[in-house]
């Protein structure tokens, strides 16, 4: 689960890093409101989960309440594409923060490095621009220190990193603390990647951070009451939908709506329903052992998205049961107007029952194929053919 | 020969008076799986269908020579579980639970690695040994004894894979669930290595699937290290395109963890990759059969 930058700025706050104080705001009234209080200049922040930012005009320094006004009508309800063409994104809310006094900008990062199974310490004195440019062009740049994960990371440690990245002499004891936080904040909160870019040096010596970037593991949610509410927070109807009804489901462009069993296996389906031509409209992982009114929710989910105009189900029973699938199927049928043609793959436990189950309740609406290729090509076909 | 589990299994599950954990560990037992003891703690004495209940995974070890332990307790409580299973004395762990806490995993992996455990999973389906040994939830009838190893992130694209080299006529020495968490405890280079020296294995189908950068250090592995031939299968070409937060991942690996940059990386190194499960099956036949 990705924090909002206000929302890792306030979890940084909470353990003690210098943060510029602020307020968030979701009209353009409020937003003013709180420039007044804050006082000027003050940086209006399109606060979306995507990087790049900045050069997509979502973050506005305002001199006075007409700047603001005008900052923040421009800023609230535009569409940012990320710098790998990811989104857009549609800003519905922004932050707003007194304006630093910038000296030096750094870069400062806590990472789960999964192939090394370590926490992963980087440190760069260029911090304020695109890191990953920094670290292809100038490798020596950034340090990367791995963290012992069976011993404390204490301010010695952290020390050494910030010394060997070359920040300022000056700044260096801050820095460091700013460091054993990060980590405490990984540790702690269940963050699996923390950046700070920039890790700023105000005029009047203060390390603060100016921007943050938090993931926390949605496996430890458990263990984070505060967290788990920002959790609960989907803007998408579907996903929403999804999530009360215990579904992993994600929306996507296309056409073609698609239920399959395990992540993998959904994932794959994407993948040949794609190669056949299509679009598809969602990732939905109906899970393992899937009863027949798991199958109806996941139906009542992708239905409910109006652009759909064909449905796949790829299942391969292994735990699953085909019969349980099928029922689901005949008890969808009925309570729901789907109105859109149904391609069914059933192969694997109870695949004779199920497809038993199908043929006896004659389903107008529903065409049978025995391979996943077969299925894919025909569900893009009736999906209103290849795009 | 066959890896991680086979004839001389001798399992014992923890979570075994569980509902989920009763289920599939007697399901393992009726493949012929010596299932020698469940763990529950405080319901030592009793047993499940014959199998004597212990309350630690050491006397399960001491009384019954258990060399094998499985893992089906709740995901909060799972590291603690998998924890006591590497001090218990066991050769091998398989943790089949899901979501545990990632920073839980890591203090736990550390652990393993140490005491020089072979860890599995967690978050996988296990392993399955055709004709000898099945430990976790993979459906054992869509696979018959054989030659090719399949090592995979995914279980249930693992199980297309198996039933369509079934069907087309060949079988598998071992299938082995790694897990697609972001911390597991063996990689597929720790499986790769045991597929190398398995006398019955002799072509290996690897299935991976976007995130991390596992795929990318297997395709340098197999060109320095693996003389069997490997097929491979990359799921995630249009996974929901990745809103990526941070720059760090893709520094650290030097890759962009996409499916598109594991294939490359993949056939830079001479691996044949399928563009479908389907047809990375028929690859496979076709080159086991030359």
């Known amino acids: 689960m990705d924090l909002l930058e206000y929302q890792g700025k306030q979890l940084f706050a909470a353990h003690g890093i210098a943060v510029p104080s602020g307020e968030v705001a979701k009209t353009v009234d409020e937003a003013v409101a709180a420039a007044e209080r804050i006082g000027y200049p003050c940086a ?19 001199a006075d309440a007409e700047q603001a006004r005008q900052h923040a009508d421009a800023i609230l309800g535009m569409d940012i594409v990320g710098p790998h063409g990811e989104g857009p994104f549609r800003v519905d809310q922004v932050w707003i923060e007194g304006g630093s006094d910038i000296a030096e ?17 980087m440190v760069s004195a260029k911090g304020g621009m695109d890191i990953e440019a920094v670290a292809a062009e100038d490798p020596d740049a950034l340090v990367k220190r791995h963290i012992d994960p069976t011993r404390e990371f204490d301010a010695a440690a952290a020390r050494s990193i910030v010394a060997d ?23 702690e909160e269940d963050a699996t990647l923390i950046e700070v870019n920039p890790l700023i ?12 970037k938090v993931t926390i593991d949605g496996n430890a949610l458990f263990r984070h009451q505060d967290l788990a509410e920002i959790a609960d927070t989907v803007d998408d109807p579907q996903e929403q939908m999804a999530k009360e009804k215990g579904l992993t489901y994600v929306k996507l462009d296309g056409d073609v709506g698609i239920l399959a069993n395990g992540a993998g296996l959904c994932m794959s389906t994407l993948d040949v329903v794609a190669q056949a031509g299509g679009a598809p409209a969602n990732f939905l992982d109906a899970g393992g052992g899937s009863k027949a009114e798991a199958i109806v929710d996941a139906l009542t989910v992708i239905s409910s998205d109006e652009k ?16 349980e699938i099928a029922k689901g199927i005949v008890e969808a049928s009925a309570q729901l107007d789907l109105g859109v043609p149904l391609v069914v793959r059933l192969d694997g436990t109870n695949s004779e029952e199920g497809l038993a189950i199908l043929a006896g309740a004659d389903l107008p609406n529903l065409h049978q194929e025995k391979t996943m290729l077969g299925a894919a090509e025909r569900v893009v076909r009736l999906a209103g053919g290849a795009s | 020969m066959s890896i991680v589990v086979g004839n001389e299994t001798k399992l014992v599950v923890s979570g075994l008076t569980g509902r989920e954990g009763s289920f599939h560990g007697l399901r393992n037992r009726a493949y012929g799986t010596d299932l020698v003891a469940g763990v529950t703690p405080g319901k030592g004495g009793q047993d499940v269908e014959g199998v004597p209940i212990y309350d630690s995974i050491r006397e399960a070890v001491e009384r019954e020579g258990a060399n094998t332990s499985m893992i089906f307790v709740p995901a909060r409580f799972a590291a603690p579980a998998i924890d006591e299973a590497i001090e218990s004395g066991v050769e091998t762990v398989i943790a089949i639970t899901e979501g545990i806490p990632v920073l839980d995993m890591l203090k736990t992996y550390w652990k393993a690695k140490e005491a020089g455990v072979r860890l599995i999973g967690p978050n996988c389906p296990g392993v399955l040994s055709p004709g000898k040994a099945n430990v976790g939830i993979i459906p054992a009838q869509f696979f018959d004894p054989g030659k090719i190893g399949v090592v995979s992130k995914s279980g249930t694209l693992t199980y297309q894979i198996g039933n369509e080299l079934k069907q087309a006529g060949e079988g598998n020495s071992s299938i082995v669930g790694i897990g697609g968490d972001p911390i597991v405890g063996s990689d597929f280079i720790d499986i790769l290595k045991l597929y190398e020296a398995d006398e019955e294995t002799e072509l290996i189908v690897m299935v991976g699937e976007i995130g991390g950068d596992a795929e990318e250090r297997a395709a340098e592995f197999i060109a320095a290290e693996i003389s069997k031939p490997v097929v491979a299968y990359i799921a995630g070409f249009t996974a929901p395109p990745g809103k990526q937060m941070g720059h760090a991942g893709a520094i650290i690996s030097g890759s962009s963890g ?7 990386a993949l056939e830079a190194k001479g691996v044949r990759v399928g563009e479908s ?3 990375t099956a028929r690859i496979a036949v076709e080159t086991l059969r030359g």
């Not at chain 1, 870069?107 to 090394?116: F, K, T, V």
């Open chain 2, 258 to 264: 996409t499916a598109q940059a594991k294939k490359e």
């Open chain 1, 165 to 187: 990245a070359g920040l300022a002499e000056d700044a260096l004891d801050q820095a460091a603390e700013v460091l054993v936080k990060l980590a405490e904040v990984a540790r």
């Open chain 1, 105 to 121: 900008e750094y870069y400062a990062s806590i990472i789960l490095d999964r192939g090394e199974k370590k926490l992963l310490a």
């Open chain 1, 201 to 212: 040096v105000t005029a009047g010596r203060d390390v603060v951070a100016l921007d943050s």
């Open chain 2, 277 to 279: 499960p389907t047809e």
């Open chain 1, 44 to 62: 209006i922040k399109a606060q979306v989960l995507i990087g790049g930012r900045g050069k997509a005009g979502g973050i506005k320094i305002a």
């Open chain 1, 308 to 323: 759909v105009t064909a449905i796949l189900f790829n299942i391969f029973g292994g735990i699953t049961r085909c019969d």
